[in-house]
């Protein structure tokens, strides 16, 4: 592994009969980086991500998340990665304090370890006695907040947030983007999927796929320069239209 | 959802113990008597001093009861002929004639059944009437058979089957819990966060078993409880050994059921899938129809039906009182079982597809 890279993608492919959701993708990802994965719905995005935490296997190409393979190590990426699906994936009918226990305990952290991991969160997010409530009963703001600590709690090198913003109001994206650079900025490595552009120009990078390819991949600033656009929604448009 | 897992099994060991019985009471009886003599007449008698006839109607012809029949008034036409009581009298043979609504074939074979032995004890009763006491010496003795039930002395139904009707219960409560979890989980997303986990498998089904597992002896217990108290079933033998015995079967049930979710992906395809076993199960088990007179074919299925072997301990311990050595083969047969299904489940459950 080179240097400092993180994710490491070499013409990684997956296909599901006749049909390539990802073609041969190639990129890498450096510690401590935001790198935005954008493309628009059915491009591959999820399935590209989902061949890099480990749970579907790639057809053919090389992978390396955290220093392991993706073929042959998944449960050893699983170790060192969070991950914060699309569909909020909390369990509904425990307390956010037995959810934190819970994963907490499923990483393998010891009860002390939990304790205080706990404490700073209901300190950070503000939680108070929210702690003690059903998760199913909170707002999907809170909910996406928790979900992203929760995903943090064994302090993995890298977190995958798939669409971690889907229906939530400004102000909590707002927010949101706030604890990404907070723990961007403690040395962890931030791959995100998005659907929305101005999110995109937070990141420090951002790849664009389109068809199961990655059509574009450079800093925002560059991407804007080199498409003659003004905002990355632009970017994507001419891209995504072909 | 605790609530519903318990009141609705315990209603159905109350109501289901107290309507699923092969006895046949209040059988609707009717009667064409062309002879009209004292004999036939006590005939009838017999049948109405019976507790499993009512005697509802007397037909004046064949074809009035016929019509009766049709109509679901009576269940059962006897017919006497003329000259019954004479040639009855005479030492020679008489047929009387049975007519029986057979829509129900099993029922309709129990009353059969009742009706010859009213028919055979009269027969006797007025052979001995009819014969001097000169013949009586000479007369061939009648063998008599005099049975003695074991196990079940007064042949109480409920005795045989409270202990069935709860392995019942106890095995499809668990089967559909366990065989909706992983599916339900799969619907919410939660299994999709599990599989990101560094979770092992193995962890992972034993957490997703051992709830069950103690749900599933919470049901035993109460279902016991009941058994004891409401119907009064013997428990000769040792409660130990059932929940010994038990501990396994659970196993099988519930490696089953997740094997079963492991291959759906809706909860509705799960519940249909475990319907399908749970039925087979159920009609296949012994417990509403013996095995020893199924087609040879489906004796070898109910090898494999779990129920079957649960049914069997649970009668075998409570009625007979048996033993360790005497389930041994019940035993051995789940334990292999459930680790077959466990092993299954754990290597169905795949977290990288």
């Not at chain 1, 070499?10 to 990802?22: I, M, P, R, S, W």
């Not at chain 1, 370890?113 to 003690?132: A, C, T, W």
């Not at chain 2, 019954?84 to 029922?107: H, M, P």
């Not at chain 2, 301990?313 to 050595?325: C, D, I, P, S």
Request: aromatic share 12%; proline share 4%; glycine share 6%.
């Amino acid at each position: 592994m080179k240097n400092n890279n993180v994710i490491e993608v070499e013409n990684l492919t997956k296909k599901f009969g006749d049909f390539t959701a990802v073609n041969s993708i190639t990129f890498e990802v450096k510690k401590g980086e935001i790198f935005g994965f954008l493309g628009a719905n059915g491009a591959g995005k999820t399935t590209a991500m989902k061949m890099l935490i480990g749970i579907s296997k790639p057809t053919s190409g090389k992978a390396q998340v955290a220093g392991f393979n993706v073929f042959t190590q998944p449960e050893d990426i699983k170790k060192n990665i969070g991950y914060m699906s699309q569909k909020f994936a909390l369990y509904d009918d425990l307390t956010v304090k037995e959810n934190i226990t819970f994963f907490g305990g499923i990483y393998g952290l010891s009860r002390a370890k939990i304790k205080e991991k706990r404490s700073e969160l209901v300190e950070e997010l503000g939680l108070g006695d929210i702690v003690n409530e059903l998760v199913g009963s909170l707002p999907l703001g809170w909910k996406q907040k928790i979900s992203f600590s929760i995903a943090l709690l064994h302090s993995p090198t890298i977190v995958f947030l798939d669409e971690p913003t889907g229906g939530v109001d400004p102000i909590t994206r707002r927010q949101f983007w706030e604890m990404i650079y907070k723990s961007a900025n403690s040395g962890t490595t931030i791959f995100v999927t998005t659907h929305y552009m101005d999110e995109a120009e937070y990141c420090d990078r951002v790849s664009i796929m389109v068809d199961g390819k990655i059509e574009a991949l450079d800093t925002p600033k560059k991407l804007k320069e080199h498409y003659k656009a003004d905002n990355m929604n632009e970017v994507f448009l001419k891209l995504a239209r072909g | 959802m605790l609530p519903i897992i318990f009141v609705l099994p315990i209603l159905q060991l109350v109501i289901l113990s107290n309507a699923a019985t092969f006895e046949i009471k209040n059988i609707k009886f009717s009667y064409v008597d062309h002879d009209k003599t004292s004999f036939s007449r006590a005939l009838i008698e017999k049948f109405d001093a019976s507790t499993y006839f009512n005697v509802v109607a007397e037909f004046p012809s064949k074809k009035e009861a016929n019509a009766a029949m049709a109509k679901g008034k009576v269940d059962v036409i006897l017919e006497i002929p003329r000259y019954f009581e004479r040639d009855l009298l005479k030492q020679k043979n008489t047929d009387i004639s049975v007519a029986i609504n057979a829509i129900d074939g099993a029922a309709a074979g129990v009353e059969n059944v009742y009706i010859n032995q009213i028919v055979q004890d009269f027969n006797k009763k007025s052979k001995v009437a009819l014969s001097s006491p000169t013949d009586m010496v000479n007369a061939p003795k009648d063998i008599v058979t005099i049975p003695s039930f074991w196990y079940n002395k007064t042949l109480n139904y409920k005795t045989f089957m409270v202990p069935g009707i709860l392995v019942l219960l106890v095995t499809m409560i668990t089967l559909f819990l366990s065989g909706m979890n992983i599916v339900r989980e799969k619907e919410i997303g939660t299994l999709e966060q599990m599989n990101v986990t560094p979770i092992k498998k193995y962890q992972f089904i034993i957490g997703k078993l051992f709830p069950f597992w103690i749900l599933g002896f919470v049901l035993l217990t109460v279902g016991l409880t009941i058994a004891k108290v409401i119907f009064d079933v013997p428990i000769i033998g040792s409660l130990g050994l059932i929940y010994f015995y038990t501990a396994f079967y659970l196993l099988v049930v519930l490696g089953m059921g997740l094997f079963i979710s492991n291959f759906t992906d809706t909860q509705q395809q799960a519940m249909f899938i475990s319907w399908f076993f749970v039925v087979i199960f159920i009609l296949m088990s012994g417990l509403f129809t013996p095995i020893e007179s199924m087609p040879m074919w489906a004796q070898y299925v109910t090898e494999f039906n779990p129920v079957k072997y649960f049914v069997q301990v649970t009668r075998m311990v409570m009625l007979k009182g048996a033993h360790f050595n005497d389930i041994l083969p019940q035993l051995t047969k789940t334990i292999i079982y459930a680790i077959i299904m466990n092993g299954l489940a754990v290597w169905s459950y795949q977290k990288t597809t």
